[in-house]
């Protein structure tokens, strides 16, 4: 690109020097960028890990990464249709590498009725244990244990369905559901913890109670309605999900996005949001580094004017000006990344406290406190967008620079 | 609510005079004064509310505890209305749109034809004395008091149930039900015994939510006509029934 | 016989078929030597700027030709032309003639800079410039920090360090003093001997023109005086 470094450096030299003659506007565009910059890698960030937070909860309390059905339960849930070839299935996943943990659940509609309120719920049958090595529900208890006692007659009651019953640690709760002979089974049981997820399908709706229990309540001799599974890496969850329904015809097999696609649609919004986003600030960075570039060059056109006429190649101020755009850009950028890294990280270790508006953000399913995350693409993709915007804001003003003639300039004095 | 245990009548035995008698004697006496081994009664059940009263008949049979039917000959709109209900499972037939339902778990704690009982009030199994554990309070020269409390397993959503039993009749007159904190719910009043066919029965029955949001709400369920321990056709029993007998 | 540089019936008229056409020049013929120190003088509007800039390829003429040294200017594309420019000519303006974020040092420089020259000569070379025109103390200013003598000055150490065949000065004194005048053109005078560049310069200034050697007048655009003066 350059003769010689002597060139170069000349290009450089000239380039910096000339921004920092005018170092205000130099600085109030770098801040421009960087401001923008910042404010998108603080919303990204923020948006991403507010929805990556409620997918985690629906993962970890609700299907798990995928779940396992018996045939035809998804459309119509029955709680005959059940999943009795449960050793073999726990074989089959304890072998597979990809397999971070596994449970296995007996669920059913039922209702739930104190002496003055009645309210439909679901209950889910679980092995605790098993469940808090799972999805680690004890992070989501609010009040009172995760147990169901000695004699396995306590239940854990998701918070929005207590507050509509209105019962607390220690009530009472009759549960009546369809059993696998048709009858209505009625069970008493004592509240013994209270649990919050933000999924708000459990937070709503559930009743936990121990399966062995559950199987006894439901007429149930063995087999469960579901089996959930969590692996070490999303990315497994397809071929996964492939091989085990090879594995197993009878069975089906879903994947979250599948059972939630309201979940997966959060996502997809993202995506399209950040674009939009990112397109701010190449929007910006552009329109700030043009119309410094411009001014900047109009400003200059007689000391270019003296410059060709000494013997310079345009090709040569062509590059000085590009570099005094790349110059604004990369401060902008690093002083935006470094801005929008740090304060990302803050969140993501103290995570941002909505407390205040809990209410409002429960109806969605949502965490009070934020946790954003940070990921280096975040980074890559507003690098070029600012390198992009640096490239497409100097094509003009050159253009305008070579139309002025600058030799013209100089020798009509 | 013992609608069905209502229906089957015993002939009243005499009260036992001189012994001191225990509270789960009592209720064992009780329950069997208001079932029976078969009954057909002919009722009309008004719902009142702070503003609105209507009214609705019906006619049931049934067989002991297990088995009854029921089927609605007033207001014309819900004329041939009817109900099953065998073992613990209940199915009601709406004519106007010719079809049967079953009743689902999560439908049991709903009104039952817009009343102050509910579908579970209707089908509920549990004999007091399989339930609750009984203990009397006290008693006086007209009746007893009874305390009933819930065995902790029971599927039952009462903290505790206070009966009066009239010591003449050995049939209850008011019977409060208490939530686990022990606030009064409602209370089922009985009155004006009447003899049927030479049995003592309460002929009104009053249903009275007392939580403030069903204040000024009452169902009264008066027995018209009642006939005891008559055969009955099984066939009433069956699902086909709740078409046949529809008409 | 070739002489050094040839202008050839060289015509420059500005707004060609146009309401407000001018000719500049026409028909102006010169024939100038390696070495020589020439003065191009005549009233306002004579068009000597624009000689100036025809001869040193930042201006096309309407017609004729310029000849350097065996190549015709007025042929070049503007790339090679500016080649030519950096290479050959040296330029100095009436004002405006240095890169104002460059230090003095830097501005000399700079031409040799374009040519890859490394740095080592490009130190030699300003070293020495710089004591030839006595303006060593100068060179890490910034050219706001000179007064017009010296920006000039250096303007002249620029146009002469990359050892160009030919210096066009257009009205150098014209913003100095009579003092500072002087010195520039004894400094001008010391360069077209020691170093035998060919210096063509514009001026309306007597005392520039009595230091001439040879002087040409124009007048309308027409050359009507051309002598070597003795």
């Keep these: ?413 | ?247 | 016989m070739s002489e050094f540089l040839q202008v050839k019936d060289i015509s420059k008229v500005f707004n060609p078929e146009q309401e407000f056409e001018v000719a500049a020049l026409s028909g102006i013929n010169l024939a100038i030597g390696r070495g020589e120190f020439v003065v191009i003088s005549g009233p306002s509007g004579s068009g000597k700027t624009t000689l100036l800039n025809i001869i040193g390829g930042l201006d096309a003429a309407s017609g004729g030709a310029v000849i350097l040294d065996g190549l015709t200017l007025t042929d070049l594309a503007e790339k090679e032309l500016c080649l030519q420019r950096r290479d050959h000519i040296g330029f100095v303006f009436q004002a405006y003639n240095l890169i104002p974020v460059l230090t003095a040092r830097e501005n000399i420089e700079y031409v040799m800079k374009l040519q890859g020259k490394s740095q080592q000569d490009c130190d030699a070379r300003v070293v020495e410039i710089a004591e030839k025109l006595g303006i060593a103390q100068l060179l890490n200013k910034l050219p706001n920090q000179l007064s017009g003598g010296q920006q000039q000055r250096v303007a002249v150490a620029r146009a002469v360090a990359s050892k160009p065949k030919l210096i066009l000065a257009d009205e150098p004194t014209a913003n100095l003093d009579s003092g500072t005048a002087a010195e520039l053109m004894a400094m001008m005078e010391k360069l077209n001997r020691e170093e035998r560049i060919t210096v063509i310069f514009s001026s309306h200034d007597p005392m520039v023109i009595a230091k001439a050697r040879r002087s040409i007048i124009l007048r309308d655009g027409r050359v009507v005086q051309n002598e070597i003066t003795p």
């Design chain 2, 1 to 247: 609510m013992r609608l069905f245990m209502v229906i089957m009548l015993l002939f009243l035995l005499p009260p036992q005079a001189g012994a001191a008698i225990t509270a789960a004697e009592i209720i064992k006496k009780v329950e069997d004064n208001l079932n029976g081994e078969t009954a057909r009664l002919a009722i009309a059940m008004t719902v009142k509310t702070s503003r609105t009263q209507r009214t609705v008949r019906l006619e049931s049979f049934s067989i002991g505890t297990d088995k009854s039917f029921i089927r609605i000959a007033y207001p014309k709109k819900d004329e041939g209305i009817t109900f099953l209900k065998v073992d613990k499972q209940m199915w009601q037939y709406v004519p106007r749109i010719e079809k049967i339902i079953k009743i689902p778990a999560s439908m049991m704690q709903q009104s039952w034809m817009g009343s102050d009982f509910s579908n579970d009030d209707l089908i509920k199994e549990s004999s007091i004395s399989k339930d609750y554990d009984a203990n009397l309070l006290g008693e006086d020269g007209s009746g007893f008091s009874l305390e009933l409390i819930p065995h902790p397993e029971a599927p039952v959503v009462w903290g505790k149930i206070i009966m009066g039993v009239s010591r003449s009749s050995f049939l209850p007159t008011e019977v409060d039900y208490f939530d686990e904190e022990g606030v009064l719910v409602r209370t089922l009043y009985y009155r004006e015994v009447q003899r049927f066919a030479g049995r003592l029965y309460p002929s009104l029955w009053v249903m009275e939510p007392k939580t403030p949001d069903k204040a000024g709400h009452q169902t009264i369920v008066r027995v018209e006509a009642a006939e005891f321990d008559q055969p009955i056709d099984p066939e009433y029993f069956t699902k086909r029934a709740l078409k046949r007998f529809s008409k």
């Design chain 1, 1 to 413: 690109m350059f003769r010689s470094t002597g060139s170069g450096l000349l290009v450089a030299r000239i380039a910096w020097a000339s921004l920092l003659r005018r170092r205000t506007r130099t600085v109030l565009v770098v801040l421009m960028i960087a401001m923008s910059l910042w404010g998108l890698l603080f919303m990204q960030g923020l948006y991403e890990g507010m929805y990556e937070q409620m997918i985690d909860n629906a993962i970890r309390s609700g299907s798990g990464h995928l779940t396992i059905y018996a045939k035809g339960y998804r459309l119509e849930p029955d709680i005959k249709k059940l999943i009795t070839n449960i050793e073999e299935v726990a074989r089959f996943l304890a072998k597979d590498q990809r397999v971070a943990s596994v449970v296995s659940r007996i669920n059913q509609e039922a209702l739930a009725a104190t002496a003055n309120y009645s309210r439909n719920a679901k209950v889910l049958g679980v092995e605790l244990g098993a469940e808090q090595k799972h999805g680690r529900l004890a992070d989501y208890l609010r009040q009172g244990e995760l147990a169901f006692g000695p004699k396995a007659r306590g239940a854990v009651v998701g918070s929005g369905l207590a507050k509509k019953l209105k019962i607390s640690l220690g009530h009472k709760l009759v549960l009546s559901a369809q059993a696998t002979d048709n009858e209505v089974s009625a069970i008493a049981l004592k509240v013994r913890g209270i649990i919050k997820t933000n999924n708000l399908a459990i937070d709503d709706g559930a009743v936990f109670i121990d399966q062995a229990k559950a199987a006894e309540f439901l007429g149930i001799g063995a087999g469960v309605t579901q089996v959930c599974v969590i692996l070490h890496s999303e990315e497994e969850m397809v071929p996964l999900q492939q091989a085990l329904r090879q594995k197993f015809t009878d069975l089906e097999v879903f994947r979250w996005d599948e059972l939630y696609p309201a979940l997966m649609q959060s996502r997809v919004m993202m995506e399209g949001f950040s674009y939009v986003t990112y397109l701010l600030v190449f929007a910006v960075a552009a329109l700030g580094i043009f119309g410094v570039i411009l001014v900047s060059i109009l400003e200059r056109i007689r000391e270019f004017g003296i410059m060709l006429a000494i013997g310079t190649e345009f090709a040569l101020i062509r590059k000085i000006v590009l570099f005094e755009s790349f110059i604004i850009g990369f401060l902008g950028y690093l002083s935006g990344s470094l801005l929008g890294g740090l304060t990302l990280n803050y969140f993501r270790v103290h995570g941002l406290d909505l407390t205040a508006f809990s209410e409002g953000l429960d109806a969605f399913g949502l965490d009070a406190i934020m946790y954003s995350i940070i990921k280096p693409d975040y980074f890559v993709t507003a690098f070029l967008a600012v390198l992009l915007a640096t490239i497409l804001s100097v094509i003009f003003p050159l253009r305008v620079l070579k139309k002025a003639r600058p030799i013209e300039a100089i020798t009509k004095l």
